[in-house]
């Protein structure tokens, strides 16, 4: 039995909580997830927040393209895209070249944010102010 943190979960767990389909690198399916963060901000500050923790997954809807290249420049073990929409060929390039899978799931990010706490049992998340009027509920789970 591989010796881990209490507060880690494998990118396979990651998918089985929320029920998502894993879309690329199945083989990193193994690596493990320290931290959570949810993507909600503009393109700018996005790698300096991301940058905040390592090893972490983003959550983030999947029409955000913007934060979604942004997390792929730091050390990001994967990216779980919300509302089931796809990511552009760009992100699905970049996230292949970092060998990093991309989570597609149905639901929303603060369903999905709910499923993963309950899950893992204590929250390991970093959730930023909102952004919009879809996203006040995130900022509400802090």
């Given at each position: 039995m591989e010796?881990?943190?209490?507060s880690?979960?494998?990118?396979s767990e990651l998918?089985?909580?929320?029920?998502g389909?894993i879309?690329?690198c199945?083989?990193q399916?193994?690596?493990?997830v320290?931290n959570l963060?949810v993507?909600a901000?503009?393109v700018?500050?996005a790698p300096l927040?991301?940058?905040?923790k390592?090893?972490?997954?983003?959550?983030?809807r999947?029409d955000?393209?913007?934060?979604?290249?942004g997390?792929?420049?730091?050390?990001t073990k994967?990216?779980?895209?919300?509302g089931?929409?796809k990511?552009?060929?760009?992100v699905m390039?970049?996230?292949e070249?970092?060998?990093v899978?991309?989570?597609?799931?149905e639901?929303?990010?603060p369903?999905?944010?709910a499923?993963?706490?309950?899950g893992l049992?204590?929250?390991?998340?970093?959730v930023?102010?909102?952004?919009s009027?879809?996203e006040t509920?995130?900022?509400?789970?802090e």
């Amino acid at each position: 039995m591989e010796e881990r943190k209490s507060s880690t979960v494998s990118i396979s767990e990651l998918a089985e909580y929320v029920q998502g389909e894993i879309l690329n690198c199945p083989e990193q399916s193994g690596e493990l997830v320290e931290n959570l963060m949810v993507g909600a901000m503009c393109v700018d500050p996005a790698p300096l927040y991301f940058d905040i923790k390592s090893n972490k997954a983003v959550i983030t809807r999947g029409d955000r393209a913007d934060i979604q290249l942004g997390a792929l420049e730091t050390s990001t073990k994967c990216l779980i895209l919300t509302g089931g929409t796809k990511p552009i060929p760009s992100v699905m390039q970049r996230a292949e070249e970092k060998k990093v899978p991309i989570i597609l799931v149905e639901k929303d990010t603060p369903a999905i944010l709910a499923e993963l706490e309950a899950g893992l049992g204590q929250a390991i998340t970093e959730v930023p102010p909102a952004d919009s009027e879809s996203e006040t509920t995130e900022a509400a789970t802090e």
